[in-house]
């Protein structure tokens, strides 16, 4: 258990903007869901295999308390880490996590929210289809490239993506700032030459905590970019609309 909640855990919040999940449990698998407040990334969830504990639907909240909890020295060897439920409405359905050292002596119990109250609070965007016109996968080196020129302007909170002579160019600024611009993948296939841009930060946290061997980055002319990667565990998806430039 404590394996998939850290996992869990490193794919949200330690990105800095996904705070809760919605978890919907079935004998056949376990899906999540989650969506940063301002509706910039969405991030949907299958893992490998389902989960008996994680039967029913209810949310994950408060996730930084969660991984404080999972990183706590009271619970790295031999912890008894568990899924506790509870009868409602004739249905047995999990209502949080209870944590419990080797020696017994000290716990902690982390609440779920019903699933009322996690589908009011979350309500799953339908992503319309569309064509990905580019597709690559991310190289460590790429993502170092990306990370610098970040750091070399952060006054642009967003970066241009276009194609250019079977190059993926990511731009900072225009000719009337200080900017910079970098190849980020070579030989790729497809075009893209709208003017949408994307937010820095949020992309380059996904691709920071992503496995380079198991990632793809997939860019719409249309206005998206989705990341999907597997974890070893679970495979997650993450669509970035665009925003104009």
């Known amino acids: 258990m404590k394996d998939i909640l850290q996992d869990i855990v490193s794919h949200t919040q330690n990105l800095g903007f ?3 999940v919605k978890v919907t ?8 869901f989650s969506m940063a407040d301002d509706r910039s990334v969405i991030m949907e969830a299958d893992t490998h295999n389902p989960y008996p504990d994680m039967i029913g639907t209810f949310g994950m909240p408060q996730l930084n308390k969660l991984k404080y909890l999972i990183d706590g020295t009271e619970y790295q060897k031999d912890a008894k880490i568990s899924i506790t439920n ?3 409405n004739g249905a047995t359905i999990p209502v949080g996590i209870h944590f419990e050292n080797a020696d017994g002596d000290f716990k902690n119990d982390y609440r779920f929210m019903n699933q009322e109250i996690i589908n009011e609070k979350m309500k799953t965007v339908k992503f319309r289809g569309v ?3 580019v597709e690559v996968v991310p190289t460590l080196a790429g993502v170092q490239r990306f990370n610098f020129q970040a750091g070399a302007n952060p006054e642009h909170p967003t970066f241009l993506a276009k194609t250019e002579d079977g190059n993926l160019k990511f731009i900072f600024g225009d000719a009337s700032t200080h900017g910079g611009e970098f ?3 070579q030989n ?3 075009t893209l030459d709208r003017g949408w841009t994307w937010p820095v930060s949020s992309i380059l946290a ?3 905590i992503a496995d380079v061997n198991n990632t793809k980055m997939s860019i719409s002319n249309e206005g998206a970019v989705q990341i999907t990667l597997d ?3 679970a495979n997650y998806k993450y669509i970035i609309p665009a925003q104009a430039a």
């Open 25 to 32: 449990g079935e004998d056949s698998g376990t899906s999540m």
């Open 18 to 20: 996904l705070t809760t």
């Open 183 to 185: 190849i980020f993948a």
């Open 188 to 190: 790729v296939e497809g």
């Open 206 to 208: 996904i691709l920071k």
């Open 131 to 133: 064509n990905w016109d």
């Open 86 to 88: 509870a009868e409602r």
């Open 231 to 233: 974890s070893g565990l």
